[in-house]
């Protein structure tokens, strides 16, 4: 079906695009932590100027998208992408390996409805071309304009007015180990069109710089699902747009596992009366990763509802930033805006930061915010460990049912959830040190005066737990020179003295301070939690 409104960019769009890009990239400075979005997240270190040179050279080479399929005109003498097959459920895919397009298929069925699906490859149709042109407007840092500026390969999806796409479009991004690398993905729907688009994003090694830009016509509606899952080597910087018409719905949702460095926005504008979106995300960072996630839910016109529910876990070493924005114009009355953030900190070390605000200019409307951080409970882990589970099965199951409510629902839960699985496989422990088991209820130290030695089992071990004022300490129970237990000796200046012998050994340590006894005993971490002291046990 021809369709009046693929009026074409003509083939140098592409060009010309990279060359406004690269040119506004040069006039604008990397963000630094000056900037409130980036102040949690630095750039010193990573080399992006180096980054950039490289990906300068590669403009020479014709970027990757090969193909046109679905394209109503299919250009002469240009290759074509193989064909990819459509599995039960899906509508229509585009796959890459790197920057080449090594699958494409759309049904056919939608194919004859005026469907397009194509990789982004210098020939696209006028809507898509002002879409992502508007994108160089809005590109407020160098990493946005660098983006558009080195666009490498990617694909658009148009679904034609009152077309509504059953079945998924799936794009799968397979990155290089190493290099940079600039996907995009530009969705634009018709009037009153629909469908579900899931993007799968894996591999790399290097750096990741990707787009997103979606345009919902009046009634339009888009599911929109996102895997990140790079190499936990990867840099990753991601701007993702749409923008929504008269009684237009989005449906989000952006899950992250992978990469070292994640740094993303997804901004969601309501630009018509009626508009509704629901942004989720699901987030895990383990050891040595970084993730600063934002979004912002801009309502542009009256009686627009928004929703924003991000939750995140984050272990080991790992630091989460989460910053969202619910930003009303001055005719935006009856607006309805709440953003939910949930954070589970799964131990010492790690971190979540949660930075939800509100930017309100009409006096009509209901915008709230909330923002929890916890921890697992120690009756749930007790509960489940009542029905047989060891302590890292039961805190892997915990946080996978956290976790499930938002990814349960996406076309790649499978992937997604056995991803959460993977990362919490080696355990829910301190990388390295062991895991903080519970030992004794606080109450048991309240007794007695300022110093107090307590027995407790741990994991088949007796050790002796002792309290100074508000500093717990624990040393194996039994001394080191004959048998004797520790948690019945005197406390002195820091040392317990062996109730048999009369050794010392260092609280702090376990060191031997005083003779007959000439080897130390094993000493551990303590603290107190929620009412229980905990022992970190690296057994
Ligand atoms: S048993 Fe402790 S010093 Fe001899």
Request: aromatic content about 6%; proline content about 4%; overall charge negative.
């Amino acid at each position: 079906m021809a369709n009046p409104v693929l009026a074409r960019a003509g083939r140098g769009w592409l060009e010309e695009l990279r060359a406004r890009g690269s040119e506004l990239a040069r006039r604008l400075s990397w963000p630094t932590t000056q900037e409130e979005e980036w102040r949690r997240t630095s750039l010193a270190g990573l080399k992006l100027e180096a980054l950039e040179a490289g990906a300068a050279g590669l403009l020479a080479a014709p970027v990757g998208g090969n193909g046109k399929g679905g394209t109503p005109h299919e250009p002469e003498g240009r290759p074509q992408p193989p064909e990819g097959h459509l599995a039960e459920g899906q509508a229509g895919l585009v796959r890459f390996h790197g920057s080449a397009c090594t699958g494409l298929a759309l049904a056919e069925e939608w194919r004859r409805k005026g469907v397009l699906l194509a990789a982004l490859d210098g020939e696209v149709p006028g809507a898509v071309a002002a879409l992502m042109d508007s994108g160089l407007q809005r590109a407020d840092n160098r990493i946005a304009a660098w983006h558009l500026g080195s666009l490498s390969h990617g694909a658009l999806l148009y679904v034609p007015e009152g077309v509504e796409l059953a079945g998924t479009v799936t794009v799968d991004l397979e990155e290089q180990a190493a290099g940079a690398s600039f996907p995009h993905l530009a969705v634009v729907l018709g009037r009153g069109a629909r469908a579900v688009v899931a993007q799968r994003l894996a591999g790399g090694g290097g750096l990741v710089n990707a787009g997103l830009d979606a345009q919902l016509g009046d009634g339009a509606a888009l599911e929109l699902y996102q895997l990140q899952d790079l190499g936990l080597g990867s840099l990753f910087f991601s701007h993702a747009y749409a923008a929504l018409g008269r009684d237009a719905s989005l449906r989000s949702l952006e899950a992250h596992l992978g990469s070292r460095l994640a740094k993303t926005r997804m901004d969601c504008s309501l630009e018509g009366p009626g508009a509704e979106s629901y942004l989720n995300g699901a987030y895990l960072a383990g050891a040595g990763q970084h993730m600063d996630l934002r979004t912002v839910q801009r309502h542009r016109s009256p009686k627009a509802t928004s929703r924003a529910l991000y939750k995140g876990a984050v272990k080991d070493s790992g630091r989460t930033v989460y910053q969202g924005l619910i930003e009303v114009s001055p005719g935006a009355s009856g607006t309805d805006a709440y953003l939910s953030n949930k954070n589970l900190i799964l131990n010492d070390g790690a971190r979540a930061d949660s930075i939800p605000s509100l930017r309100i200019d009409n006096n009509d409307v209901r915008c709230s915010h909330g923002s929890t951080t916890g921890r697992i409970s120690p009756e749930e882990l007790f509960y489940l460990g009542s029905r047989g589970l060891s302590p890292d099965e039961a805190r892997a199951m915990l946080v996978l049912g956290y976790f499930e409510e938002l990814l349960a629902r996406a076309p790649f839960a499978e992937a997604a959830l056995a991803g959460v699985a993977g990362r919490l496989a080696a355990g829910c422990a301190v990388e390295g040190e062991g895991r903080w088991l519970p030992v004794a209820e606080a109450d048991a130290f309240r007794q007695g005066g300022d110093s107090i030695a307590v027995a407790v089992e741990c994991d088949g071990r007796t050790l002796a737990v002792f309290r100074l004022g508000e500093q717990y300490f624990a040393l194996d129970d039994t001394c080191s020179h004959e048998y004797s237990r520790l948690s019945e000796g005197e406390i002195l200046d820091g040392e317990v003295y062996c109730p048999k012998h009369g050794s010392r050994f260092d609280l702090r340590t376990g060191e031997v301070r005083g003779l007959p006894a000439t080897q130390p005993v094993n000493a551990y971490r303590v603290k107190e939690e929620e009412g229980k002291v905990w022992v970190l046990w690296d057994r």
